[in-house]
């Protein structure tokens, strides 16, 4: 079958190790020093180990590729679980997905997953203080199991809300863990990673922040679509901002 899978472009990787530990599904390993997709069908496409990996080494490509087979990823990570060995200390440890501490020395900040803490209020005459609480946002660049999708009120947005909109930190960002794209721009169907974020953390209600444009229907689909194939009742609602940063509907 045709699928997305990840590629390793061997010339950029480092041999860092990084990527086969960001790696739930085990069909990545270290050979000769290097990355190797080891199983296309342990691969789930979902990209867990881009954001790992310090070098851009790691891409997506749709080629013929396995189907990936859950049970069988299963039955090879129960077989690993004895030999599980700590992470690798060398390579790039910046961009490890973890909760975000200052004064972290090295690595890549731009690709480090973290959350910050920010104040439940702003005075009214105080300059605009940030609400973004985690790195990174990007949907296709989170990672699916980070920390700070535990007990989150998850915010999806697109692109342009937060430019149109000129409260868009104080009136949906604050509070909430966010992630933005763009179907259009990105080129992707959004679905399978936001089903897999939903299904395997405990995210409390789900806000989904549109453009009125038609092409933002694309990502309202596919939130709502990954909200029923989760299986879980959470609570939601969508929000549609006009191209002159107006509310037009909740």
């Known amino acids: 079958m045709i699928r997305k899978i990840i590629h390793i472009d061997e010339e950029k990787c480092n041999g860092c190790g990084l990527c086969a530990h960001a790696c739930q599904e085990g069909a990545i390993g270290m050979v000769n020093g290097k990355a190797k997709l080891l199983r296309d069908d342990y691969c789930d496409g979902l990209g867990n180990c881009l954001p790992a990996c310090p070098t851009g080494a790691i891409s997506f490509v749709e080629r013929e590729a396995a189907a990936f087979d859950e049970e069988a990823v299963k039955q ?16 790039c440890p910046g961009s490890r997905m973890r909760l975000f501490q200052r004064g972290a020395d090295g690595g890549c900040p731009g690709s480090q997953a973290k959350r910050m803490e920010r104040p439940a209020t702003v005075d009214a005459g105080a300059p605009v203080t ?8 990007q949907i296709q660049l989170a990672p699916i199991n980070a920390p700070y999708f535990e007990d989150a009120h998850l915010l999806i947005a697109a692109d342009c809300t937060a430019y149109a909109y000129g409260s868009f930190h ?3 960002l604050r509070g909430r863990i966010a992630l ?20 395997r ?4 209600s789900l806000t989904i922040v549109r453009m009125e444009v038609p092409c933002c229907g694309g990502l309202e689909r596919a939130a709502t679509t990954a909200l029923k194939n989760s299986g879980k ?5 969508v929000v549609t901002i006009s191209t002159d940063g107006q509310v037009l509907g909740r």
């Open 233 to 237: 009742f959470i609570p939601w609602q």
């Open 180 to 199: 933005i794209g763009c179907p259009k721009l990105d080129d992707v169907d959004y679905t399978e990673k936001l089903t897999e974020i939903l299904r």
């Open 170 to 172: 104080q009136d949906f």
């Open 201 to 204: 953390n405990s995210i409390r």
């Open 130 to 137: 940030s609400q973004l609480r985690q790195w990174p946002v």
């Open 76 to 91: 090879h990570m129960a077989a690993k679980e004895p030999q599980k060995v700590a992470p690798p200390a060398g390579g």
